[in-house]
């Protein structure tokens, strides 16, 4: 069985692109964990079209319901966590790399202003607007798992196998080191 594989960090940070890079090159299934987080929104009525859902009123309204009611990410998570041990899949998620023991995790991280300008230019918005969204989604998913499952988003790296500052390397450096790192572990 292949190995998993998992990309965490904050928002616009480029998890998806570097997932992406992984499954296609290793020939793996890739998933998106916050995907599969909207398909539950759509079950409870809310249109959760298009990348930069998250970031729309709505978005962050179904993030406010998730504070208040566990189920949602109790059951996301544990969908991923069956997917991640069949093997043969990159999933971008928050919270998988603390509730695995096995596979490969990957920590990307970088500043606040680095997100902001991705999330800028990917959804095509003002940078307060940008800076004021990655940092309202940061700072309630941080608090959202402390209470769920008691860990730092954030902050508590110890879970990975690797750590990729991105604020100066290109889209194509990142999946680079990530490759280089994933080929050692497979």
Do not use: C
Not at 82 to 92: D, Q, R, S
Not at 117 to 124: A, G, I, L
Request: charged share 30%; aromatic share 10%; glycine share 6%.
């Amino acid at each position: 069985m292949t190995k998993s594989i998992v990309i965490s960090g904050p928002p616009a940070v480029g998890k998806t692109t570097v997932a992406k890079g992984l499954a296609e090159e290793f020939q793996l299934e890739y998933l998106s964990g916050g995907d599969v987080l909207k398909e539950m929104a759509i079950e409870e009525g809310y249109h959760s079209d298009g990348d930069d859902w998250w970031d729309t009123k709505e978005g962050m309204s179904f993030l406010n319901k998730r504070e208040n009611d566990s189920k949602y990410d109790r059951a996301l998570d544990e969908k991923l966590t069956a997917l991640f041990k069949k093997g043969g899949v990159v999933i971008t998620s928050y919270t998988l790399p603390w509730l695995i023991s096995d596979g490969i995790k990957i920590w990307l991280e970088g500043s606040h202003e680095s997100s902001t300008q991705r999330m800028q230019t990917r959804d095509n918005m003002s940078p307060q607007e940008a800076y004021e969204i990655t940092k309202e989604r940061f700072d309630k998913n941080k608090a959202l798992y402390k209470k769920l499952y008691d860990f730092d988003f954030g902050e508590d790296k110890s879970v990975f196998d690797l750590i990729i500052n991105t604020d100066h390397l290109s889209a194509q450096q990142v999946i680079d080191v990530a490759k280089e790192t994933v080929r050692k572990l497979l």
